[in-house]
């Protein structure tokens, strides 16, 4: 017994076999720590963004929706996570808002656009927000619909992403045609969503998430 006392001494010193306790509880406090602050970032990632929802959006006619078109500062940092990929569309779709403007039909979107368009930049201004910015983010989204979908703009928020200023677009999308024949059906609604994330200051695209 004495013998392999001494024995085990010699091979792992008292003193050394404690700081390997003190390192190894070190390190599992360390990964502790890593793993509850990602948990808490990506439940960032993904909480709603909050801006204005007009007053009974739901009940208000498609005429009459451009009129309550949305662009305005939202107090948020968006943060990249694994892949460096930003969660859009949970956090600036899943909404009343949005869902009322799914309901818009895919007939003359080009116009819709354009009015669209316009409407948020006119909202920009207003709000004291930078609408050069934003009017150079919507001409590259209409640059980059190489696929020709009905696309309209209904959602353009300023916010940060680390230590940029940036640009968060929401538009709606459908296809033109359904019918075997290629007929475009003005019944059809743009009843899905793209989202993107611009720098504002050179307009790079930093996120962007659809749905099928």
Known sequence: MVFGKCLGSLIIPDNESSNMKKTTKISIAFIAIVLLSYVYLLSLSIRP??????DNIEDITQEELINNLVAERVRENLIPLLGNELNLIPKFTFNKYVKSFQKISVND????????????????????????????????????????????????????????????????????????????????????????????????????????
């Open 49 to 54: 963004a909050r801006f204005t929802i007009p």
């Open 109 to 212: 979107w080009q116009t819709k656009w354009i009015d669209h368009k316009n409407m948020l930049i006119e909202k920009a201004k207003e709000n004291q927000l930078d609408h050069a910015s934003l009017t150079k983010c919507l001409d590259q989204i209409a640059l980059l619909n190489d696929e020709e979908l009905a696309l309209v703009p209904i959602l353009a928020c300023s916010c940060k992403s680390l230590f940029s200023d940036v640009w968060v677009i929401v538009c709606v999308w459908g296809q033109t045609t359904i019918t075997s024949e290629g007929i475009s059906s003005g019944d059809l609604s743009l009843g899905h969503v793209r989202v993107w994330a611009f720098r504002a200051k050179d307009q790079e695209v930093i996120g962007f998430n659809t749905c099928d």
